[in-house]
């Protein structure tokens, strides 16, 4: 199995940690799972679809290098705080795909993501900061 999708929608499950050789996490995998409060991804990872995280209760998530897509609201209405490290080879991200968290801090490596990135991140509850390593 290298693929997720709507299985796990509705349980009630605490934390999820995907296995090594997983390489998509399919559009409401979790969505509505509101005890999830950790979510482990491997870094085989490269395609997160539309509402796959959404409306969970996560503080906290570590996205893998490898990882290329991030579909529409998939981290949507969170509890994600502080700082958030885009992945290099990140090619697309959704509309929305952080809306309603509490991010203060996000670094990038990707500059063609720039105009994208304020309304991806609208209506964080915090003011959230841009930092990009090539730029002092």
């Known amino acids: 199995i290298k693929k997720l999708g709507e299985d796990f929608k509705q349980l009630d499950i605490e934390s999820v940690e995907i296995p090594e050789g997983y390489t998509y996490i399919g559009q409401d995998?979790?969505?509505e799972?509101?005890?999830?409060?950790?979510v482990n991804l491997p870094k085989t990872i490269t395609k997160i679809s539309d509402y796959a995280f959404a409306?969970?209760?996560?503080?906290?998530?570590k996205l893998s290098d490898n990882l290329e897509?991030?579909?529409?609201?998939?981290?949507?209405?969170n509890q994600i705080e502080g700082k958030l490290i885009l992945p290099k080879n990140l090619t697309n991200l959704g509309?929305?795909?952080?809306?309603?968290?509490q991010i203060t801090e996000l670094e990038f490596n990707v500059i063609g993501l720039v105009a994208a990135?304020?309304?991806i991140f609208i209506l964080n509850r915090d003011r959230v900061s841009l930092c990009h390593p090539g730029w002092s």
């Open 69 to 77: 897509f991030l579909g529409d609201q998939v981290f949507f209405d």
């Open 55 to 61: 409306d969970l209760s996560l503080k906290t998530i």
């Open 95 to 101: 509309e929305r795909s952080f809306k309603y968290n």
């Open 117 to 119: 990135l304020f309304s």
């Open 33 to 38: 799972n509101s005890n999830i409060k950790s």
């Open 29 to 31: 995998a979790f969505e």
